[in-house]
């Protein structure tokens, strides 16, 4: 049996409006409240997984690189894509 390889990326909002977190290669967003945080939890089968980060006004998008699956994290509560989302 193959070991499964895990990593974890910390999100905080500290701005004073909604952040957008956005996952990809899956396009899965979460909404981030001023003040609070998230953690993306990915797994990989083959290599260790890693992240690519790109910012800009409003919006944090994660690129998961050597990534088979992943989970987004709240105080313990998995989180559903479109999380607190805007309309």
């Not at 890693?50 to 088979?68: A, H, P, R, S």
């Not at 313990?76 to 607190?84: A, S, V």
Request: aromatic share 10%.
């Amino acid at each position: 049996m193959s070991d499964l390889f895990i990593s974890k990326l910390g999100i905080c909002n500290s701005r004073k409006a909604p952040q957008i977190v956005a996952v990809e290669p899956w396009a899965n967003d979460y909404t981030l409240m001023p003040g609070e945080e998230l953690q993306i939890v990915a797994f990989g089968k083959k290599a260790v997984p890693w992240f690519n980060v790109v910012e800009w006004d409003g919006t944090t998008q994660i690129y998961c690189e050597e990534t088979d699956d992943f989970k987004v994290m709240q105080h313990d509560r998995q989180l559903e894509c479109g999380h607190q989302r805007q309309s």
